[in-house]
T-cell receptor, first 116, second 113 residues
Framework: DTGVSQDPRHKITKRGQNVTFRCDPI?????LYWYRQTLGQGPEFLTY????????KSRLLSDRFSAERPKGSFSTLEIQRTEQGDSAMYLC??????????????FGPGTRLTVL | GEDVEQSLFLSVREGDSSVINCTYT??????LYWYKQEPGAGLQLLTY?????DMKQDQRLTVLLNKKDKHLSLRIADTQTGDSAIYFC?????????????FGTGTRLLVSP
């Protein structure tokens, strides 16, 4: 069990470009979450998947954002036509829904996006 | 709705105890978590407590929950310089199926030698 991994760790892009981030959850975890963290703030929930189904999306997730988890394993988060306000750390977490109701979320190292 | 608040900064000397405080607003059954974040890194889960508990201890960490005041604290005994980081309190409530974490703004702990 290697933990949650995210790629890339850092991304610098120009305004208007599209970017895609990848998250690989802990193996056998059936839930996967995306959060966004801006400087000096706590993470904010964006969306989550149970297996391949996207079950909830935050109002923070504008039409320029799309997330997928096609086979219920890794997930991608795409931002189209990036804006400077998209600059943030994008965090992925995973959890396993089992007998325990805690649904404890384990986080990856994050992808830091800078939009110039 | 949920709202989580924390003090922004705490400074202690190595070897002292640190107490980081958090208040939350959701009155339904809830899980409350403490995460640690070092510069440029993701969040490391430290511990959690369910809202029907008053206290939980795990090695140097003690979590106290005052349900009446919706107040949560994290005590770190014998604080070390390696404990310097940002500590986030987070709530997952029954209202959202315990699925969505709502985080505070974080408390920056600085431990001086």
């Amino acid at each position: 069990d290697t933990g949650v991994s995210q790629d890339p760790r850092h991304k610098i892009t120009k305004r208007g470009q599209n970017v895609t981030f990848r998250c690989d959850p802990i193996s056998e975890h059936n839930r996967l979450y995306w959060y966004r963290q801006t400087l000096g703030q706590g993470p904010e929930f964006l969306t989550y998947f149970q297996n391949e189904a996207q079950l909830e999306k935050s109002r923070l997730l504008s039409d320029r954002f799309s997330a997928e988890r096609p086979k219920g394993s890794f997930s991608t988060l795409e931002i189209q036509r990036t804006e400077q306000g998209d600059s943030a750390m994008y965090l992925c977490a995973s959890s396993s829904v089992g007998r325990s109701r805690t649904d404890t979320q384990y986080f990856g190292p994050g992808t830091r996006l800078t939009v110039l | 709705g949920e709202d989580v608040e924390q003090s922004l900064f705490l400074s202690v000397r190595e070897g002292d105890s640190s107490v980081i405080n958090c208040t939350y607003t959701d009155s339904s059954s809830t899980y409350l978590y403490w995460y640690k974040q070092e510069p440029g890194a993701g969040l490391q889960l430290l511990t959690y407590i369910f809202s029907n508990m008053d206290m939980k201890q795990d090695q140097r960490l003690t979590v106290l929950l005052n349900k009446k005041d919706k107040h949560l604290s994290l005590r770190i005994a014998d604080t070390q310089t390696g404990d310097s980081a940002i500590y986030f309190c987070a709530e997952a409530s029954m209202n959202t199926g315990f699925q969505k974490l709502v985080f505070g703004t974080g408390t920056r702990l600085l431990v001086s030698p």
